[in-house]
């Protein structure tokens, strides 16, 4: 029964989920060191991957939340920890979230884990590694889970595992609460960004008949999901989208050792978000509830050099759980 109890404790301060949630991108200084390299996919698009090598014979594959890159907080604190343990790591920045707008009409949602998979077929066919481990963050944390269950059978035996924090397994039911009053800072900040980039493929690809009114009127996720995932990505409507992006379903199928780290304290997961069931009967997904943490925060105090208790879970689990050595 693969459930942990947790160990975080953060300083008072700390204990308010909607401060963690803000203290780490706000106030953290964490930047890395990236050779980036472009590779062009089978649709003639390109993604580009961010590495830092410290020469590892392992591998941790980073990939970022909703609106985030290589260069989000999280993805830099644990790219320099990971590397200060030597090991290598590379940062998936989803398509159109590089820096600069991807050559296609669709881009990246919480369900495409085709593009995880040909990432993942990419480093194993040009880099010599003996263990991948993929770790996901929100929207990049269902990735991980949805790809690990869905491709179970076929996942190469260099893939040892993974690990998700912060993550929205349920969509539709997470969606509900991200609708809700205490979250509405949040959307706004998402939303200044998205609308931006639907705006753009709609000058890009006329084709594409944006409604522009409903698009500035749009305030839920809901109302995007309408206008542009659906139609793009080929989802009969937002309620098909979620039912198909959300890895819950997949938990199940995961065969190599995976954590997910969720805070009951994150303001964007919804009860359907804590899959403890799940947990208990399987062998290989492992469920650890933190009573703190907000969303990708996890942050203990105002000294940096204490702030990375969810770092130092992640390889903690790669070493016991994964157990790989480094």
């Known amino acids: 029964m693969p459930l942990f109890e947790s160990n975080f404790l953060p300083t008072i301060p700390f204990r308010n989920g909607h401060f963690n949630t803000m203290y780490r991108p706000l106030f953290m200084k964490d930047t890395a060191n ?18 830092s090598f410290v020469g590892s014979k392992t591998l941790v594959l980073l990939i970022h939340g909703l609106e985030g890159s290589s260069e989000s907080k999280y993805m830099a604190s644990n790219t320099n920890h990971l590397n200060s343990l030597g090991v290598d790591t590379v940062c998936f920045n989803l398509r159109g979230c590089s820096g600069e707008d991807n050559l296609l009409l669709t881009t990246y949602h919480s369900g495409k884990t085709e593009d995880v998979d040909f990432v993942v077929n990419y480093l194993l066919n040009h880099y010599n590694y003996n263990s991948i481990v993929i770790v996901g963050f929100s929207l990049g944390g269902n990735l991980t889970l949805k790809y690990l269950g869905e491709q179970s059978a076929h996942i190469s035996p260099i893939v040892k595992g993974g690990i998700a924090a912060s993550v929205p397994i349920d969509i539709g039911s997470a969606e509900l609460e991200m609708d809700k009053i205490k979250n509405k800072l949040y959307m706004e900040m998402f939303f200044k960004t998205m609308k931006n980039k639907i705006l753009e493929k709609a000058h890009k690809f006329p084709t594409y008949n944006l409604d522009k009114d409903k698009l500035f ?16 990505f080929g989802f009969e409507s937002p309620e098909d989208y979620w039912e198909k992006a959300s890895s819950k379903p997949f938990l199940s199928k995961i065969k190599r050792p995976t954590l997910l780290v969720n805070a009951k304290d994150d303001t964007f997961l919804s009860k359907e978000c804590y899959p403890y069931k799940e947990a208990e009967n399987s062998d290989f997904f492992f469920f650890e509830e933190t009573k703190y943490g907000g969303h990708c925060g996890f942050m203990s105090s105002f000294k940096p050099e204490e702030n990375r208790w969810l770092e130092h879970r992640i390889s903690r689990f790669i070493k016991e759980s994964i157990q790989i050595d480094f």
């Open 34 to 51: 990236y050779t980036r390299k472009r590779i062009t996919t089978w649709d003639h698009d390109f993604i580009d991957l961010d590495f």
């Open 217 to 232: 009127k749009a305030t839920k996720f809901r109302h995007l999901e309408k206008i542009y995932t659906a139609p793009v």
